[in-house]
């Protein structure tokens, strides 16, 4: 105990006192990638349980501040509606605040971000140093489909699906007894236009992650425990 406050402080000093860099040994800092509906929220929620980091969702996040109206929740609806990015220093402002949380410093998931070059270069220059990136492969025929199924708790952000993961009760939360409704830009149209801008924009990033040889591909399946299985293995690779 002692030798490890020691040693984190040695560290730290090394570090230019960037709080990200001091407990760098320790960390499995993650980032999960890949298409709108490919299953990054549901394998984050169990990298979480399992290994005990947070998993922290950009989308939730931000529809959070929606339903909260705060500044950034207000500037960022009408991207969102649309099925757009929202600008990049809106969601820089707020991963950084939230992964300079206490929660935060023995590692994350990052479920959502970054989703342009810019927010990946942005972590650099914060100092994170990522150890993996899981892309989780869906082909663009089944995220249609999976989506209109999908459903999600407006208090807590629970996602579920009418087929692949139903509430216990039908419209309740499992979680937190709220109501379970579709989202907004899960609507067909939007969810096409969701696709365009995660190939344009976000898809990059697995150029940029596999030259630094920190990309794996884990290929979605049917069912979601498999999935599972096949991340928990990737994590481990
Ligand atoms: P998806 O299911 O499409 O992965 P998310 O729940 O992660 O959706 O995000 C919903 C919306 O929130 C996005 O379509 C986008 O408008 C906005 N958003 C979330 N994360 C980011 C980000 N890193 N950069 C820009 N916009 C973001
Ligand atoms: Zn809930």
Do not use: W
């Not at 001091?22 to 290994?51: D, F, S, W």
């Not at 459903?151 to 087929?163: A, P, Q, T």
């Amino acid at each position: 105990m002692i030798a490890d406050v020691v040693l984190m402080h040695n560290v730290g000093r090394a570090s230019n006192g960037c709080f990200h860099n001091i407990e760098r040994r320790y960390h499995m800092n993650i980032i999960l990638l890949g298409a709108p509906g490919a299953g990054k929220g549901t394998q984050a929620e169990v990298i979480c349980k399992t290994k005990g980091i947070p998993a922290i969702s950009t989308g939730n996040m931000l529809r959070e501040a929606v339903a909260n109206g705060t500044e950034a929740g207000l500037s960022a609806k009408s991207y969102m509606d649309r099925g757009d990015l929202v600008p990049n220093e809106t969601i820089i402002a707020i991963l950084k605040e939230r992964i300079l949380q206490d929660d935060c410093k023995n590692g994350f998931i990052l479920d959502g971000f970054p989703r342009t070059v810019p927010q990946a270069e942005a972590l650099e220059t914060m100092g994170v140093n990522i150890d993996k990136v899981i892309e989780i492969y869906v082909p663009d025929e089944k995220i249609v489909a999976r989506l209109s199924g999908r459903r999600v708790c407006e208090k807590c952000g629970n996602s579920y699906h009418v087929d692949y993961k139903p509430t216990k009760v039908e419209g309740v939360c499992d979680a937190c007894g709220g109501k379970v409704v579709i989202r907004k830009d899960d609507e067909p149209a939007t969810v096409l236009d969701r696709l365009k801008v995660y190939h344009e924009k976000t898809a990059p990033l697995k150029d940029y992650y596999a030259a630094k040889g920190k990309l794996v591909t884990v290929e979605g399946q049917e069912e979601v425990a498999d999935t599972t299985k096949l991340t928990l293995e990737a994590l481990e690779a």
